[in-house]
């Protein structure tokens, strides 16, 4: 059982009286997700400084039986970081940590702590002439810790990799409060099995990640992007191919829009124009980066889209004469969230399926759903080459939409089962926290979990590493 | 207790009576490893022909308490593969698991089963227009399954990664005998972490691959390759720097040999000629890919070398006319193992470091070797784009080599201490197995290999997946 006082006091004694919150106002801002869905409660807010005082707060935290709700810059989608209702948890943020311990340009790596801001870590790169591709909407508030946990992905996973793939090594707090230091900057490392990736993506169920050693890469100094339509999806799964096999790693972006989105926008941001004319029904931006200058790349960007608007592959095409119109290129795929939202509510499905499914997924589930669920308006836009849509549902008449929305489980599984029969992803890169965790035991593997359940007892025996989130509750298990 | 005949009786129910093998002569060949470095006793070798079997198999070992030693092509180099001298174990061959289960190319996946040859791997993303990059001395007679259970490395790491990198899904027998399906194909799955990593590199000591997804890519139209002369390590360590800032990913290659290996080559394959005059302390193998036409890339790389030679960045450069003059360069590189071994033993050692401290490496190595170890003649070559060394050891004049020898545990002992405090790993690529095992406690940090026996025992509580290799062994513990 907890102990308020004696154990808020020894919180005191470890991260000091100013960096332990109990003031309901001061608590607020930690216990409400930014979108406002989530709201919890909490015994207090804990900020420690540093990695020792973290290990020190989940020793006590064990010992008092406390439930520990990390967080980070609060702006995930899932309501990974909000804590229950019951009063019970204290919110462990990490904001504090803030050190970038060691930039190493010539190992193309970095050492942050889990607290630097995303934009931090972009910004060290820069100054060491070195990019961090990891980059996503909310780099301005989250932070790395953050995007660790969660295994963020966003606009260059295509080139680079999730948040997963852009770590060497981490540095990790164990339930028990031990530290484990496993920040390796190594590209080799054949020692046995590598823990981190069982951390990395644990939604901090696991243990908390305090650093970790980031993967750097050199700056491009050119870009070319283009903007194409394309009668289906099919040319755009094809599109990529080509453009990959003449282009290699230097295709770093391939995001497809529905002509229904593209019209939101415009309907809403009525300043943006359609950079082609013909409404087709697909549009495509495809985006090269390299070393060199532009001229150049858009050059053989320009021949390669030539053959193919010969060939009738791409309906229409244009190329980004300056970085300005390659901005309002972009404008278009940025603003087409806050477009769906002007546009009123909608079922939000984030989903992953093989790039070579995308086709056959979006047919089927054009076909099926407004039969299912008739008026349904389907809005599709998202990283075709990962395989990654964001596919959301609403109605073609606002007034209906109520309606929908009360169906909104049933929609859900409707877009889940698809997703399944085709071996993707009920998850492509905002995680399961407590929005997604009653559906993962209907889409992943019993004995997957089970393995998962497994650990999770063994690093934490009490349950109180994040409690509610990702891990279905034991009761349904 | 193991009950030889009861078990043996089952074993050939299970796989058949043909490929269960007893007879001494029919085992020899799974007894030993390719070196001959290692030779163990097995009361049978079985050959399953899927995964259904390998499972009752593992059953039927955990049920008789018998010792599982897996087994691929049995390529290893530190005798991860071999049984110890006991005669209690089964060794569990899967190279009859051979079926190619699906090529996706519009995906970029292929899904083989786990005994696949390397070669075979390769040639069937090949046959779909891609490249499976892994590649490495023993691709002939390598499988698939044994590459990754050991974290595979070779020449194409630096732009592709190693085996673990090439894998988005596995499949697995867990010691308890139940079949996991992880066999995704998605670059982007964010439902928890991702379990596959701790049975990659594990050296089937958790559990058995028997099938995997595997990523492919674009497959390179153009190569340019150049031989380079430099003054030291760091101007290696500083052109590749530079070439991956202009030529991003396309630098698929950047092998470093010093003088006295180059002239073990000449020496002992009199055919090979010295690309560039001047004898100069360091030489570099360069090598760019892309989509496109050699000639292009080889203007592109020529552009950029001149810069580096009109400043004196590099001493001397010469870029290969043609794919065979090409293949003439890579000969260089590929005979100096072969080039050693003939010159005599030496003690040997693959290790990694930060790149940038390959440098800083390679001088205090050659500084203090040779006052601990008079006459000490250091052999380094290997991938110093991932900071991969092949550093080897023997006594410059070989009547004195048998007393250097006889000192292994010292020098090994003297390159590892120094390569733990420039944070690197004393097995970049080659493994643990039985060669390494015993020294791992003292470079791991202990958390970490407490972390990975827990997770040992949970998943082979009876500690039957193949003993005596990776772990230390558990009375050391």
Not at 211 to 221: D, H, I, M, N, W
Not at 225 to 239: C, E, H, K, M, R
Not at 273 to 289: C, Y
Request: aromatic share 6%; charged share 20%.
């Amino acid at each position: 059982m907890s102990q308020p006082a004696t154990f808020l006091a020894r919180l005191r004694e470890v991260v000091g009286m100013p960096h332990v919150l109990t003031d309901p106002g001061d608590m607020a801002l930690y216990l409400t997700d930014w979108r406002g869905r989530y709201t919890g409660r909490a015994q207090a807010v804990a900020l420690p400084a540093n990695t020792a005082e973290v290990a020190a707060v989940v020793r006590l935290c064990m010992e008092a039986r406390v439930p520990i709700v990390p967080q980070g810059g609060n702006t995930g989608l899932v309501g990974g970081g909000t804590p229950d209702g019951s009063g019970t948890a204290l919110v462990l943020c990490l904001k504090r940590l803030r050190t970038m311990r060691a930039v190493d340009a010539a190992n193309n790596t970095l050492t942050a702590e889990a607290g630097c801001l995303l934009v931090e870590v972009q910004a060290a790169a820069t100054a060491a002439d070195r990019l961090f591709p990891l980059s996503l909407a909310a780099e301005g508030s989250c932070t790395i810790g953050g995007n660790l946990a969660t295994n963020a992905g966003g606009v260059q996973v295509l080139r680079y990799g999730n948040a997963r793939e852009l770590c060497l090594g981490v540095e990790v707090v164990l339930p028990s409060g031990e530290v484990w230091n496993g920040l390796r900057g190594l590209r080799k490392d054949n020692t046995g099995p590598d823990l981190k990736h069982l951390f990395i993506g644990s939604e901090g169920t696991l243990g908390l990640i305090t650093a970790a050693v980031l993967k750097l890469f050199p700056r491009p100094t050119a870009s070319a992007t283009a903007w194409l339509t394309l009668a289906d999806p099919q040319a755009a799964v094809d599109l990529l191919g080509a453009a990959q096999g003449r282009f290699g790693s230097r295709v770093t972006a391939c995001e497809l829009l529905s002509r229904p989105v593209l019209d939101l926008v415009f309907k809403h941001f009525p300043a943006q124009r359609d950079p082609l004319p013909g409404n087709a029904p697909w549009s495509l931006l495809l985006e090269l980066s390299d070393g060199g200058d532009d001229g150049a790349l858009r050059d053989v960007l320009g021949e390669f889209l030539a053959a193919r608007l010969e060939s009738g592959a791409v309906l229409d095409a244009t190329i980004a004469a300056s970085s300005e119109q390659a901005r309002r290129l972009w404008a278009l795929r940025e603003t087409a969230p806050e477009a769906e939202k002007r546009e009123g509510i909608s079922i939000k499905h984030d989903v992953a399926v093989p790039v070579s499914r995308v086709p056959e997924f979006l047919a089927r589930a054009a076909a099926s759903l407004p039969q299912a669920f008739p008026g349904a308006r389907i809005l599709a836009f998202g990283h075709v080459g990962d395989g990654n849509l964001h596919y959301n549902v609403c109605h073609s008449n606002a007034a209906d939409n109520p309606a929908l929305l009360a169906r909104q489980a049933e929609v859900n599984r409707h877009v889940y089962d698809l997703v399944a029969e085709l071996n993707g992803s009920i998850s492509a890169e905002h995680g399961i926290g407590q929005l997604k965790r009653d559906q993962l035991p209907r889409y992943k593997p019993a004995l997957e979990l089970a393995l998962l359940r497994q650990f999770k007892r063994q690093l934490d025996p009490l349950g109180l590493m994040n409690p509610g989130k990702l891990f279905p509750d034991p009761r349904d298990a």
